[in-house]
Structures are given as structure tokens and as C-alpha cells.
T-cell receptor, first 112, second 114 residues
Framework: GENVEQHPSTLSVQEGDSAVIKCTYSDSASNYFPWYKQELGKRPQLIIDIRSNVGEKKDQRIAVTLNKTAKHFSLHITETQPEDSAVYFCAANNNAGNMLTFGGGTRLMVKP | DGGITQSPKYLFRKEGQNVTLSCEQNLNHDAMYWYRQDPGQGLRLIYYSQIVNDFQKGDIAEGYSVSREKKESFPLTVTSAQKNPTAFYLC?????????????FGEGSRLTVL
């Protein structure tokens, strides 16, 4: 089955700096890669996703890049703010498209 | 107000007891999922269901059971066969069909085995 690895497990940045979280996946048939944000004590929520037919997608301060050849994708957050502090999870679907496998999560801390 | 509701929020259980976690959604979603969340291990899939009266095992189904008798309900039973049941359990749902689609999560249930 699909295996998703996520790095780093913790990331501390100064407010205003950029943050990058990287994930690799194993199943070359995966074609959907979402990112979820989980604030402390809250449920995970989708913040951005990318499909395999594009290499990059942006939404304000958040962007995701995908390299299908290398089987990795990354989340980029620019101009970080304290409210960006949370745990971020990447995920990839399986070849049947009906399941998501999640990475281990990255705890991002933005210091004011 | 549409959403997905899990109960109870906190649950304590003695070793050897079964316990059932409730998950209800009024989003009219076909697919429902149960994930287990442990520190540093992300979200691991226990069971999922794409349609009423049908469900499939996920990556860590041993020691768990589910049912899907109604579209809006997908309860999870943690049995005494689960070796390490203390964890945070998240239920999720999405519109049916393959490939993509946002997962909507409940607020979770924290189970502690004493």
C-alpha cells in the first residue's frame, strides 16, 4: 500500500519567515495530495490540495509543489504569522482513489 | 447546521471492556472513515465505508469493528482484542466517488484505558 513520509516532525520559525514541509510517497498511481492543518485541540481541516496534472498551486500565503517523477510534494508558507502555528499533515490517495494515507505530521511553531 | 458529530469526547475504559464510539453526519456524504491519531504517527486508517451496509478494513483494523446500517451513522467499537487502545479517534466523511474530495472531520474522541 501507500507509504507517506513527512519531514521535519517539528519546525520553529520567526514570524515573517517562510516555512517548508516536505513529503514523499511510494505509490506512483497516487494522483491527489491534500494538506490538512490541525490547530491545538481542534479537528484537522483542509487548507490546500493538488492534483497530479499540475506542478504547483497557490492560495495567498500558501503554496504546494508536486514532483511526480521524484514522488515528493511540499507545502510552502510565506510571511508566517503566529496563527499559522499548528500541526500540518500531508496525504496521498491510493491507486483506487478511495483512501488517504497521511504523513506523520509536522508541528510548526511561529515565534512572534 | 451541517457537520459531523462524535461522542463521547472523553471516554475511560477498564481493560477487557468493549467500548463504542459514535459518529453521525448530516452532510449527506456517502463515504465515512475512522482514523486513529497517536503522537508522531499521523492519522492511521482503521476502517472506511463507501456505502450503506458495506465497509472495508484500513491499515490498522485489528481489534476494531464497525457497522454502517444508516448513511449518516458509522459507529466504531474498540474491542478487548485491541492491544493498545488508548488514543485519539477521529471520524471523517466525504462526498462519495473516487479520487479527491475534502475530508470533513469530527472533533474526535479521546479514549483512555485504565
Amino acid at each position: 500500500g501507500e507509504n507517506v513520509e513527512q519531514h521535519p516532525s517539528t519546525l520553529s520559525v520567526q514570524e515573517g519567515d517562510s516555512a517548508v514541509i516536505k513529503c514523499t510517497y511510494s505509490d506512483s498511481a497516487s494522483n491527489y495530495f491534500p494538506w490538512y492543518k490541525q490547530e491545538l485541540g481542534k479537528r484537522p481541516q483542509l487548507i490546500i490540495d493538488i492534483r497530479s496534472n499540475v506542478g504547483e498551486k497557490k492560495d495567498q500565503r500558501i503554496a504546494v509543489t508536486l514532483n511526480k517523477t521524484a514522488k515528493h510534494f511540499s507545502l510552502h508558507i510565506t510571511e508566517t504569522q503566529p496563527e499559522d502555528s499548528a500541526v500540518y499533515f500531508c496525504a496521498a490517495n491510493n491507486n483506487a482513489g478511495n483512501m488517504l494515507t497521511f504523513g506523520g505530521g509536522t508541528r510548526l511553531m511561529v515565534k512572534p | 447546521d451541517g457537520g459531523i458529530t462524535q461522542s463521547p469526547k472523553y471516554l475511560f475504559r477498564k481493560e477487557g471492556q468493549n467500548v463504542t464510539l459514535s459518529c453521525e453526519q448530516n452532510l449527506n456524504h456517502d463515504a465515512m472513515y475512522w482514523y486513529r491519531q497517536d503522537p508522531g504517527q499521523g492519522l492511521r486508517l482503521i476502517y472506511y465505508s463507501q456505502i450503506v451496509n458495506d465497509f472495508q478494513k484500513g491499515d490498522i483494523a485489528e481489534g476494531y469493528s464497525v457497522s454502517r446500517e444508516k448513511k449518516e451513522s458509522f459507529p466504531l467499537t474498540v474491542t478487548s482484542a485491541q492491544k493498545n487502545p488508548t488514543a485519539f479517534y477521529l471520524c471523517a466523511s466525504k462526498i462519495g466517488g473516487i479520487n479527491t474530495g475534502e475530508l470533513f472531520f469530527g472533533e474526535g474522541s479521546r479514549l483512555t484505558v485504565l
